[in-house]
């Protein structure tokens, strides 16, 4: 019976999507490195490392909509807390990161400079295994998918729903800000994580690395919009939706909620982590500050903005909101939250549907061709 | 009578006693009818706030009987429909399913795979779901994560499905969001949505409670 499961999840995507997906990837592996590398900086094809570290963060928050809107857009369940996730993949990572500059920091010393600074002699345990790629690379999908899971566990189970949901995550993820601001957390303090060095021994700077983290993200990008859309076309995605729209009826055909939306849950989690992860080497720094309710609140946005139940959407909102964030912040820096709060409010009053939704609307107003 | 329960109800009282099979295909078990009584209410009390919606009711149901309740507007109707399907715990009194499937100690999921349906006052169908895919969700299946993650209808599931939608007159509707049927100024539709519903619990074909006004 379970012959044909990569058939099906070739045919979860019709031809017109494999198709803008790889030309995607074609251009993020192929085209943009080439670009980069060959093309000298004086013509105007060259893409600038600031495009490439711009353009690869975008895919990371793309990345962060996508399992935010697998929850909010399909099961209903709005996170305004979804930056805790993403920033426990981000210093897992940033804990491999840390061990990787060696005695190369200020005070030349086997530990974190941070530690050194607080006087601290030895790792903390759970800093032990950190200079292991792999094993952060599992603490990456872990510790997320664990923190999701407790939480996600009781929340659900007490069927905590809507606005109050909503709120304990908002907690939450405050909570979390305020643990990780202590210097004896161990994990950097205010000041987070940042001054990386190396990956693998080789340099974090160079533009080879830079466009190998570009394209992990990429493929990582691609992945996930793949394993989404097979999610959600199939059986567990109708039976989300059907808790999204009509709950009780829901149980009283004889399915739990609890472990269907624990499982969106979880899943939604540790795709943020993996996209934290490939966040912090390419931008250079975490800190706690990824963790501010703020932070969390924007990633919603991105959603609401690109459309909600849709995959592209999210993708779209977390590019548009981005570029227009980037170019805010140096023009206008001081207007930057006055705009997104007007944006979050237009959208949610003209647009419910989002730019997805005004697309689908121009396009039958123009005549239906069939 | 018995005509009208396997026309209109869709139970058949000669498939009900004495081999009532309950449970997802798999996981199924006898249920325990060694009285002859199907449901069993015994001294159920419910208060809301003080105010006693149920009043140490006592109600039995033998297999294959059909019963109607009826009341006036806040008699408990549907307060006695939530004890029975898990949705509400009743403050004192026992509900038992056959002999051994005590009521109140089982979830409202639960209570559905023991075999206990259930149709809602006001009508209700995932509307953004086809009508196909209501149908699809309300089968007697395995109803686990693992399950709706990776096995796909299986053919006799599927033929299952069309049958039904061939005997509620929706074969043409298919593939229509539910939602769609249920427009007001479609009289017609209304009808069929509600048919939907319906038909949504006729799949699950075993002991069902109708609630209506
Ligand atoms: N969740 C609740 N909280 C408080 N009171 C409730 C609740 N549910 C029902 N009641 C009250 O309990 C009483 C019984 O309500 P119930 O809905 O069972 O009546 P009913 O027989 O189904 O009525 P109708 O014919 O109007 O459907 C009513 O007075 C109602 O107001
Ligand atoms: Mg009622």
């Known amino acids: 019976m379970e012959k044909s499961f990569t058939l099906r999840v070739l045919k979860s995507l019709n031809r017109k999507s494999w198709l803008a997906l790889g030309l995607f990837l074609a251009v993020t592996l192929v085209v943009v490195p080439v670009l980069h590398l060959l093309v000298p900086p004086e013509n105007a094809f060259h893409v600038s490392a600031y495009a490439i570290t711009l353009f690869g963060k975008i895919m990371c928050y793309a990345i962060v909509a996508i399992a935010m809107d697998l929850i909010w857009g399909y099961g209903g369940i709005l996170s305004l807390g979804h930056g805790l996730f993403f920033a426990l993949g981000g210093y897992a990572f940033g804990m491999y990161l840390m061990r990787q500059i060696g005695r190369d920091g200020s005070y030349q010393s086997d530990l974190p400079d941070f530690m050194v600074f607080l006087d601290w002699k030895k790792l903390p345990w759970y800093w032990s295994g950190s200079d292991s790629l792999w094993w952060v690379a599992f603490l990456v999908i872990v510790v997320p998918a664990i923190v999701a899971f407790i939480f996600g566990y009781f929340a659900f189970r007490s069927r905590i729903k809507g606005v109050y949901f909503s709120i304990i995550t908002q907690a939450l993820t405050y909570a979390a800000m305020l643990l990780f601001f202590r210097n004896e957390t161990g994990f950097g303090g205010n000041n987070g994580f940042t001054d990386f060095k190396r990956i693998l021994g080789y340099s974090i700077t160079s533009p080879d690395m830079r466009l190998v983290l570009f394209g992990l993200t990429a493929l990582m990008l691609a992945a996930t919009l793949v394993f989404a859309r097979w999610l959600v076309t199939s059986k567990f995605g109708r039976v989300l939706t059907a808790i999204r729209d009509a709950e009780s009826r829901v149980m009283f055909i004889g399915y739990n909620p609890l472990w269907y939306k624990l499982f969106a849950w979880v899943i939604s989690a540790i795709l943020c982590g993996i996209a934290g992860a490939l966040y912090v080497p390419q931008v250079g720094i975490i800190n706690p500050s990824e963790m501010s309710p703020a932070n969390s609140i924007e990633i919603a946005i991105w959603v609401a903005v690109g459309g909600r139940g849709t995959l592209i959407g999210p993708v779209i909102g977390a590019s548009v909101v981005n570029l227009a964030k980037s170019w805010f912040t140096v023009s206008f820096p001081e207007y930057w939250l006055f705009f997104l709060g007007l944006l979050f409010i237009l959208v949610t009053l003209l647009l419910p549907h989002g730019l997805v939704g005004l697309w689908k609307t121009l396009r039958q107003s123009r005549g239906p061709r069939t | 009578m018995r005509e009208f329960l396997r026309k209109v109800v869709g139970i058949d009282p000669e498939k009900c006693a004495p081999e009532y099979r309950v449970g997802y295909p798999g996981k199924q078990r006898t249920l325990d009818l060694s009285h002859n009584v199907i449901l069993y209410l015994?001294?159920?009390?419910?208060?809301?706030?003080?105010?006693?919606?149920?009043?140490?009711?006592?109600?039995?149901?033998?297999?294959?009987?059909?019963?109607?309740?009826?009341?006036?507007?806040g008699a408990g109707k549907t307060t006695m429909m939530d004890v029975i399907t898990g949705k509400t715990r009743p403050d004192s009194g026992t509900a038992f399913f056959g002999q051994s499937i005590d009521l109140t100690r089982l979830s409202e999921p639960e209570i559905a795979h023991?075999?206990?349906?259930?149709?809602?006052?006001?009508?209700?169908?995932?509307?953004?779901?086809?009508?196909?895919?209501?149908?699809?969700?309300?089968?007697?299946?395995?109803?686990?994560?693992?399950?709706?993650?990776?096995?796909?209808?299986?053919?006799?599931?599927?033929?299952?499905?069309?049958?039904?939608?061939?005997q509620i007159r929706l074969d043409t509707e298919a593939e229509r969001p539910a939602g769609l049927l249920a427009r007001p100024e479609a009289v017609a539709g209304n009808r069929h949505a509600a048919g939907a519903g319906a038909a949504a619990s006729a799949a699950r074909r075993t002991g069902r409670r109708h609630d209506r006004r």
């Open chain 2, 42 to 73: 015994d001294d159920i009390s419910v208060s809301f706030d003080g105010f006693k919606a149920l009043n140490k009711l006592t109600l039995a149901i033998d297999a294959g009987e059909l019963r109607c309740i009826i009341g006036p507007n």
């Open chain 2, 114 to 166: 023991a075999g206990i349906g259930r149709k809602f006052q006001k009508p209700t169908i995932f509307q953004q779901h086809s009508v196909f895919e209501n149908l699809e969700l309300a089968m007697k299946t395995d109803k686990r994560v693992r399950r709706s993650l990776l096995a796909r209808l299986r053919d006799e599931e599927r033929d299952r499905v069309a049958d039904t939608l061939r």
